[in-house]
């Protein structure tokens, strides 16, 4: 299909250059005849022939030497937008817009011609490179603030450790804020090297066919001290799915959620999981009986660094990461994760593993 637009564009070029050999030659045809008419010379009907060819050809060359300065000229003027432009994105300038210049019929852009698809491919490089460069500024600023609000904590802590008046009770509770703070930026590196790795393009992805439900009762048996802790209510249905996975990975999405209901259920509160299993996928359902996400925030709670309640997750630790790595991790895995919540009810996250 796209081969047509060219032959097309071939066929009306190769047809106006004959219609303009003939317009020449008719021209040429006529000037001679006058010519002829006011002389005794009458050369012979093959002569003639010769001659107006060749003064045809010669005048043809007279027209196409006046408008193609013209449109090289046109054409350069075009090209040097397109060198600026190009000049302009490599010293990280993305704020690009090119207009091609090439109008159709009623001033309409002809979509097919070549220099309107590489003016576009310009304008859609710019676009895309702006919104990544957006995205590494929102990234940095985000890092940077999650590093610096513990090391803000540590130093005043530790300045008030030097305090050699300070009781004991009190110096023991300002280094169990310095340690957890300590353990939160390791998580914080922990997750930001995650991600870098599944970012990459060479990322790492080792399918092997287990029991999933195995896998999901050993992880919720391993959070066991946490959930006893908060005398949570954890009942498990699960049934017997074998799914082809990478199962390091998909530890790691369970770990996310599991620790995430247990963070946010009440003291005393309930959190069910289910396991089941639908054509070619199958379904983890985690729901709690916390405090909800509001739909506002549902929006964008698997955006990096995205927290429903700045306050809440820093009490807890959180670092806006985890449920990132998790919907990175369903994307290699072409399954899919999505959250539904009310306040003051809970929130539920479905994962939709494929089984192969």
Same mark, same amino acid.
């Given at each position: 299909?796209?081969? @047509?637009?060219?032959?097309? =564009?071939?066929? &009306?070029?190769? /047809?106006?250059? #004959? ?7 008719? $021209? ?79 001033? @309409?852009?002809?979509?097919? =011609?070549?220099? &309107?698809?590489? /003016?576009?491919? #310009? ?7 702006? $919104? ?225």
């Amino acid at each position: 299909m796209k081969q @047509r637009p060219n032959m097309f =564009h071939i066929i &009306v070029n190769f /047809v106006g250059v #004959i219609v303009a050999l003939f317009i020449c030659w008719t $021209a040429v045809y006529y000037l001679t005849e006058a010519v002829y008419s006011r002389t005794t010379w009458e050369p012979h009907g093959l002569i003639a022939l010769l001659i107006n060819a060749t003064l045809g050809f010669f005048l043809f060359g007279i027209i196409i030497m006046i408008v193609g300065p013209l449109v090289r000229k046109r054409e350069h003027h075009l090209f040097s937008e397109l060198i600026e432009a190009l000049r302009r994105i490599s010293r990280g300038d993305f704020r690009v817009n090119l207009e091609s210049g090439v109008d159709g019929k009623n001033g @309409r852009q002809r979509q097919n =011609h070549p220099f &309107v698809q590489l /003016v576009n491919s #310009i304008n859609d490089m710019a676009a895309n490179l702006k $919104a990544m460069e957006e995205l590494r500024q929102e990234f940095i600023s985000n890092v940077s603030h999650e590093i610096g609000s513990p090391l803000t904590s540590i130093s005043g802590f530790a300045k008030a450790l030097k305090n050699e008046d300070l009781e004991r009770e009190q110096r023991l509770r300002y280094l169990t804020i310095i340690e957890a703070e300590c353990y939160r930026l390791s998580k914080l590196s922990d997750n930001l090297m995650k991600l870098a790795v599944l970012d990459s393009v060479q990322n790492p992805f080792h399918a092997t066919t287990y029991r999933l439900d195995k896998q999901l009762i050993a992880l919720i048996l391993a959070c066991e001290p946490q959930w006893q802790e908060k005398e949570v209510d954890m009942n498990v249905e699960a049934e017997e799915v074998t799914v082809v996975a990478d199962e390091d990975l998909m530890s790691q999405v369970w770990v996310n959620i599991i620790h995430n209901a247990i963070k946010f259920s009440p003291q005393g509160g309930k959190i069910n999981i289910t396991l089941t299993m639908e054509k070619d996928h199958a379904i983890v359902r985690i729901a709690d009986t916390g405090q909800g996400i509001t739909e506002q925030d549902q929006l964008r709670i698997f955006e990096r660094f995205y927290k429903a309640d700045r306050s809440r997750n820093y009490a807890v630790g959180g670092s806006g990461l985890g449920l990132s790595i998790a919907q990175k991790i369903m994307e290699m895995h072409r399954g899919s994760i999505s959250v539904s919540s009310r306040l003051d009810e809970g929130t539920e996250f479905t994962v939709l593993l494929p089984l192969r």
